[in-house]
């Protein structure tokens, strides 16, 4: 038998030795545990450590355990736009089959494929976990709909000057005579 290489006091690892492996059997819970790091894209994701609510619905199948479930946290970033801070609030679901892990698999088997397999009696949450969340964050967050962002020339924020504006540039090649024009006008 297959030793475990998971630690099974960690938050989002799961015991699954009280449904056996009786076909139909079930366990539901709810938990919050805190947020592995990396929870996210780079600008909006969980806070590592703040809490996330789990409601899971564990199930025994013929070939392992359906790991049905909803996660709501709380999620921090910034506008891609205009860089103020976002707070806003995810719920996510996902579906998750662990295969059980008997010995006739084969590893190079797991490499290729993305099967979910049962270490012993447990089950590692963590990767699911962070794939539904970062599936379901906007891939280009915004303060609001219509934020218009920065301006480009030299940073304001334009939603708190709307009617912010700059002269025209002058074009580098029309520069000379720009020069020559203010030394006959002086």
Wanted: glycine share 6%; net charge negative.
């Amino acid at each position: 038998m297959n030793t475990s290489q998971l630690d099974p006091r960690a938050p989002l690892v799961l015991d699954t030795r009280e449904l056996g492996r009786r076909p139909g059997s079930q366990r539901e819970f709810t938990d919050q545990v805190p947020a592995p790091a990396d929870l996210g894209i780079e600008v909006l994701g969980v806070r590592e450590g703040s809490q996330v609510q789990l409601d899971l619905r564990l199930e025994a199948v013929m070939e392992g355990v359906l790991v049905t479930g909803v996660a709501q946290a709380a999620l921090e970033g910034e506008c891609v736009r205009c860089l103020e801070p976002i707070s806003d609030e995810i719920e996510t679901r996902f579906q998750e089959l662990f295969v059980y892990d008997d010995a006739s698999h084969d590893e190079a088997d797991d490499e290729e494929s993305d099967v979910s397999r049962l270490e012993g009696d447990l089950i590692d949450l963590e990767p699911v976990l962070r794939d539904a969340v970062v599936l379901a964050l906007p891939f280009q967050p915004l303060c609001s709909e219509d934020c218009p962002g920065l301006c480009t020339e030299c940073g304001a924020r334009l939603a708190d000057d709307p009617d912010h504006s700059h002269e025209a540039p002058v074009d580098p090649r029309w520069a000379g005579l720009a020069a020559l024009k203010e030394d006959q006008t002086d």
